[in-house]
């Protein structure tokens, strides 16, 4: 139990263009998700933080217009990258925490590799 | 979130046991210990997490120190499947993300 998936799994985009990338937890409810960013050799770094029906709350430094991010069920959320250039070539990461039951644990998702020409 | 360290690598042969240690000595009374592993090009996948009491499922075993300021995540018999970063991460129980430290690079031999 406990899955996440995200769609697409990689992603090539032209500069200037925007990309949504979404991510569903497939067998449990989710009031919060969360969306990371991973360079190269580098550790996941969170972006934000999502939670159903409100906005989304940014880590300093993450460009809101940027990142848009849409958490509009329970089990979906969604995160958009705005006019992306090539610095925005990047992993990214959701993980869900399930409503109620055990908070303590989050699930992630297996990653959006976006390439951006 | 309190914060832990982690050596950078570790290497083991395989199926042979291994020991990852973590330190948490500013660890807080309600912070659980979670271990995820993260394998090249996927999200992190959950391993185990503990309070207080060693615990132990069909992945691993985490051995939590008395005093709580360190654990260990114990691979009984290392595959070349367990090749990973491994993460050794606090949390309390109402708390929000994960902070992801650089955690440990797992190499196993054949």
């Known amino acids: 139990g406990a899955v996440v998936s995200q769609h697409p799994s990689r992603v090539i985009c032209k500069s200037g263009t925007s990309v949504k990338i979404e991510c569903r937890s497939l067998?449990?409810?989710?009031?919060?998700m969360f969306w990371y960013r991973q360079f190269p050799k580098q550790s996941l770094m969170l972006m934000a933080t999502s939670n159903e029906g409100s906005k989304a709350t940014y880590e300093q430094g993450v460009e809101k217009d940027k990142f848009l991010i849409n958490h509009a069920s329970l089990t979906l959320s969604t995160l958009t990258v705005t006019s992306a250039h090539p610095e925005d070539s990047s992993f990214y990461i959701c993980?869900?925490?399930?409503?109620?039951?055990?908070?303590?644990?989050?699930?992630f998702g297996p990653g959006t590799r976006l390439l951006v020409l | 979130d309190a914060k832990t360290t982690q050596p950078n690598s570790m290497e083991s042969n395989e199926e042979e046991p291994v020991h990852l240690p973590c330190n948490h000595s500013t660890i807080s009374g309600t912070d659980y210990i979670h271990w995820y592993r993260q394998l090249p090009s996927q999200g992190p996948e959950y391993v185990i997490h503990g309070l207080t009491s060693n615990v132990n499922n069909r992945m691993a075993s985490l051995a939590i120190a008395e005093d709580r300021k360190s654990s260990t995540l114990i691979l009984h018999r290392a595959t070349l499947r367990d090749a990973a970063v491994y993460y050794c991460?606090?949390?309390?129980?109402?708390?929000?993300?994960?902070?992801f430290g650089p955690g440990t690079r797992l190499s196993v031999l054949p």
């Open positions: 067998d449990f409810q989710a009031t919060t």
């Open positions: 993980s869900a925490i399930p409503s109620g039951g055990r908070q303590e644990t989050q699930y």
């Open positions: 991460i606090l949390r309390g129980f109402y708390g929000q993300n994960f902070v």
